[in-house]
T-cell receptor, first 111, second 114 residues
Framework: GQQVMQIPQYQHVQEGEDFTTYCNSSTTLSNIQWYKQRPGGHPVFLIQLVKSGEVKKQKRLTFQFGEAKKNSSLHITATQTTDVGTYFCAGGSNSGYALNFGKGTSLLVTP | ETGVTQTPRHLVMGMTNKKSLKCEQHLGHNAMYWYKQSAKKPLELMFVYNFKEQTENNSVPSRFSPECPNSSHLFLHLHTLQPEDSALYLC?????????????FGQGTRLTVV
């Protein structure tokens, strides 16, 4: 079945440094979604990418979808303490609508 | 608030107890999901319901029994659980009119089995 791998598992940065998390799928995805879960909270939808090679930006966050639609990345420029949390990618398949989530990358930002 | 409400928020139960988790969504969605979130594991999809019909059961042990009486409510009935079942149980909903539905999560039930 479809597997979504995400690296790194943890990342600790100083405030102001950049951060990137990567997501790879064993199969071609119909779309990729990114979610953020704050400590003690629940996953909250951030963005969805559908087209091959698509790039989307949300303020300091940049999301990319690979040309083969098998990988994706989330890059945060100049991290802030409010960026702390776990970032999950979730892949959609072409055979169903349920999402397969990666293990997530837990980001810790120290002032 | 997310529009997806889960109760209770915290639950401690013994291995011989029977309890139920409840989820209600106020978003007019027609698909509902149960996910299990354990430490060091990805979000594990347990069950999927589409218009009250179960469409996926990802090899979940029978001690977990879902119920979906209508498209707004979802239950997870628990009995004779094991300590390794302790986890955060998340309910989510989505609308299948969207080509690529996104998930709206509830705040979860933190379950501890003692």
């Amino acid at each position: 079945g479809q597997q979504v791998m995400q690296i790194p598992q943890y990342q600790h940065v100083q405030e102001g440094e950049d951060f990137t998390t990567y997501c790879n799928s064993s199969t071609t995805l119909s779309n990729i979604q990114w979610y953020k879960q704050r400590p003690g909270g629940h996953p909250v939808f951030l963005i969805q990418l559908v087209k091959s090679g698509e790039v989307k930006k949300q303020k300091r966050l940049t999301f990319q979808f690979g040309e083969a639609k098998k990988n994706s990345s989330l890059h945060i420029t100049a991290t802030q303490t409010t960026d702390v949390g776990t970032y999950f990618c979730a892949g959609g398949s072409n055979s169903g609508y349920a999402l397969n989530f990666g293990k997530g990358t837990s980001l810790l930002v120290t002032p | 608030e997310t529009g997806v409400t889960q109760t209770p928020r915290h639950l401690v139960m013994g291995m011989t107890n029977k309890k139920s988790l409840k989820c209600e969504q106020h978003l007019g969605h027609n698909a509902m999901y149960w996910y299990k979130q354990s430490a060091k594991k990805p979000l594990e999809l347990m069950f999927v319901y589409n218009f009250k019909e179960q469409t996926e059961n990802n090899s979940v042990p029978s001690r977990f029994s879902p119920e979906c009486p209508n498209s707004s409510h979802l239950f997870l009935h628990l009995h004779t659980l094991q300590p390794e079942d302790s986890a955060l149980y998340l309910c989510a909903s989505s609308h299948l009119r969207d080509r690529y539905p996104r998930a709206f999560f509830g705040q979860g039930t933190r379950l501890t089995v003692v």
